[in-house]
């Protein structure tokens, strides 16, 4: 797979449930963000996970990441209707440029 | 919150006339980005700026692209003749001095169309 590729390509749940969706890359890194953007709008930055770390949170956000297998989740709790969007992950391989994946594209379905 | 400005939010120009696309970066932010993100399509990284000169470019910078920083708060993309494939939406990003700690904040975008 590419760079900052997710998986699954698109995902459709019912409000309060949980929506996990996953981002995998090939080379090292200095941090992994993840990024929201609804239809034909701008990206929304949700949270960065450095290397050394290996969770973080952010309200009913929870990224994981797991530099031996090269692989990151984020995970919405309890989702909304509002949460409908495409959810990217984006690496950082040691140079300036950010490398997005293809995303994940979430309905949420009230 | 401190935003990354995008003017103008939509832009229609015709196939080979030039355009300059529009960013006013965070203030205190030192590097300089542009993407694009061409319709159903991954954002793509164009051009990093840093020190008032170019840090790194895609394959996707050719020679039709320029970045300028002209007076110390604006950040310009210029596309000097479009083409029908320049035709996607551009995002211009900024970010502080730690890269293992700073995100990249995004503007909302300029949505070029070429006719």
């Known amino acids: 797979s590419q760079q900052g590729e997710e998986d699954p390509q698109a995902l459709s749940i019912q409000e309060g449930e949980n929506a996990t969706m996953n981002c995998s890359y090939k080379?090292?890194?200095?941090?992994l963000q993840w990024y929201r953007q609804n239809s034909g709008r701008g990206l929304v930055h949700l949270i960065l996970i450095r290397s050394n770390e290996r969770e973080k949170h952010s309200g009913r956000l929870r990224v994981t990441l797991d530099t031996s297998k090269k692989s990151s989740s984020l995970l919405i709790t309890a989702s909304r209707a509002a949460d409908t969007a495409s959810y990217f992950c984006?690496?950082?391989?040691?140079?300036?440029?950010?490398?997005f994946g293809k995303g994940t594209k979430l309905t949420v379905n009230p | 919150e401190p935003e990354v400005t995008q003017t103008p939010s939509h832009q229609v120009t015709q196939m080979g006339q030039e355009v300059i696309l529009r960013c006013v970066p965070i203030s205190n932010h030192l590097y300089f980005y542009w993407y694009r993100q061409i319709l159903g399509q991954k954002v793509e990284f164009l051009v990093s700026?840093?020190?008032?000169?170019?840090?790194?470019k895609s394959e996707i910078f050719d020679d039709q692209f320029s970045v300028e920083r002209p007076d110390g708060s604006n950040f310009t993309l210029k596309i000097r003749s479009t083409k029908l494939e320049d035709s996607a939406m551009y995002f211009c990003?900024?970010?502080?001095?730690?890269?293992?700690?700073?995100?990249?904040?995004f503007g909302s975008g300029t949505r070029l169309t070429v006719v």
């Open positions: 990003a900024s970010r502080g001095e730690q890269r293992s700690t700073m995100r990249n904040t």
């Open positions: 700026f840093y020190n008032n000169e170019i840090s790194e």
């Open positions: 080379t090292s890194i200095n941090n």
């Open positions: 984006a690496t950082s391989p040691g140079s300036e440029k950010l490398v």
